[in-house]
């Protein structure tokens, strides 16, 4: 199998009809250390979020269990990434995320945040350090992956289109967020 070989048959496919295809061949295949990293960063960054980060330290999740926050996290978007949200594991993966996040009261606009960085982060990360650039295939597949998955967490008000959607991020990031202005 050549480099390029699994990109050439993701810019085979439709992001829109094969998102949990091609994100399991990027995930897997062509970006695995890449993902992972970018991933951590993405969850790092909704820490930072002042709601987010209170509702942890009034939980305990930071103080007494920020490794198994941590593990059941990448466990969970693992079994999207590698199964998509369709199948059993799928299922039992966002049921699980329902039923850990359902105990708290979240608000739309955290949740939101948290989706947007799981699709942009990956893409940020990518562009500064990936072995190549990923393609628009990858990126939108991303982005429909991931709203897909919101929606069936019922988060409300996803941003239609993956521009909108990064706006939205982009916004959060300079008005919310002065950390992350860079």
């Known amino acids: 199998m050549g480099r390029y070989d699994i990109l050439h048959r993701i810019q085979q496919l439709d992001p829109v009809l094969?998102?949990?295809?091609?994100?399991?061949?990027m995930s897997g295949y062509e970006f695995p250390w890449e993902m992972t990293r970018s991933l951590e960063m993405a969850l790092m960054r909704t820490f930072c979020v002042p709601t987010i980060s209170a509702l942890l330290d009034k939980t305990g999740e930071f103080k007494h269990r920020p490794q198994k926050?941590?593990?059941?996290?990448g466990l969970?978007?693992?079994e999207i990434s590698k199964w998509g949200y369709n199948s059993e594991r799928g299922l039992q993966a966002i049921e699980r995320m329902n039923a850990?996040?359902?105990?708290?009261?979240?608000?739309?606009e955290d949740f939101l945040y948290v989706l947007s960085t799981f699709i942009y982060e990956p893409i940020?990360?990518?562009?500064?350090?990936?072995?190549?650039?990923?393609?628009?295939?990858?990126?939108?597949?991303?982005f429909y992956l991931w709203r897909e998955v919101g929606q069936r967490m019922h988060i409300q008000d996803i941003p239609e289109t993956?521009?909108?959607?990064e706006r939205y991020n982009h916004q959060l990031r300079a008005t919310a967020l002065p950390l992350f202005r860079q």
């Open 18 to 25: 094969d998102h949990c295809q091609i994100y399991h061949l």
């Open 162 to 165: 993956y521009e909108d959607f």
């Open 76 to 78: 969970l978007t693992a």
């Open 69 to 73: 926050r941590y593990d059941d996290t």
């Open 124 to 142: 940020r990360w990518n562009s500064r350090f990936g072995w190549r650039l990923m393609c628009e295939q990858e990126r939108l597949a991303s």
């Open 100 to 108: 850990i996040h359902r105990r708290f009261n979240i608000c739309n």
